[in-house]
């Protein structure tokens, strides 16, 4: 029973590229969350999906950022025109149930995005 | 801001002895939770306490939660050079409808063999 899946595992974008981190959740998982961590910090949300619809996108950036989670397919974050303080460690973490109020969030093992 | 501020920040002890981190919180909350995560890894959830609970155990493990004093503690007992980590308590607020998960910025542990 595979947990959280995301690729990559670690990624390496200059200035001004894309990134595309993908995210499939457990099986059985319908809701999404992406997190990002930074350094020595916790993790910061960013956005709550389930599919096909953005359920809570209040700590994604307003610009460069956005997300989807198409009803067949992995959920993915995308950074355009990415900058150096993009650089993170992005979390993905599913649950089963309508959010993780009630139940625990399983975690992917993140992927590390590094902006040169 | 962070809704979980956990104490101390850093925590290093000796293999054998028990470890008692804190979190304490702002606002009222359904369940707390607590999670782990190991260098360059996901977080694990350890456990789950809800508002009207005030004490739950797994294993080596065991929570309290104080909603007066908007606090929880997490205790590992008989603490092993493994549970090197950084521990994480997250909230989860009382309006849950399609609500989401806060973390606090960790406690890292270090458990000396």
């Known amino acids: 029973n595979a947990g959280v899946m995301q690729n990559p595992r670690h990624l390496v974008r200059r200035r001004g590229q894309e990134a595309r981190l993908r995210c499939s959740p457990m099986?059985?998982?319908?809701?999404v969350y992406w997190y990002r961590q930074l350094p020595e910090e916790g993790l910061k949300f960013m956005v709550y999906?389930?599919?096909?619809?953005?359920?809570?996108e209040s700590g994604m950036p307003k610009e460069r950022f956005s997300a989807e989670f198409p009803k067949e397919g992995p959920s993915i974050l995308r950074i355009q025109q990415v900058v150096r303080g993009d650089s993170a460690a992005y979390f993905c973490a599913s649950s089963q149930s309508g959010t993780g109020v009630n139940s625990p969030l399983h975690f992917g093992n993140g992927t590390r995005l590094t902006v040169t | 801001s962070q809704q979980g501020e956990e104490d101390p920040q850093a925590l290093s002890i000796q293999e054998g002895e028990n470890a008692t981190m804190n979190c304490s919180y702002k606002?009222?909350?359904?369940?707390l939770q607590w999670y782990r995560q190991n260098s360059g890894r996901g977080l694990v959830h350890l456990i789950l306490?809800?508002?009207?609970?005030r004490e739950k155990h797994s294993g080596r493990l065991r929570v309290t939660l104080d909603t007066s004093k908007k606090s929880s503690s997490l205790l590992i007992t008989a603490s092993r050079a493994a549970d090197t980590a950084s521990y994480f308590c997250?909230?989860?607020?009382?309006?849950?409808?399609?609500?989401?998960?806060?973390f606090g910025k960790g406690i890292t542990l270090s458990v000396r063999p």
């Open positions: 999906l389930q599919k096909e619809n953005i359920i809570d």
């Open positions: 306490i809800r508002s009207n609970e």
């Open positions: 099986k059985g998982h319908s809701h």
């Open positions: 997250a909230t989860a607020p009382y309006t849950g409808a399609n609500s989401k998960l806060t």
């Open positions: 606002t009222s909350i359904n369940n």
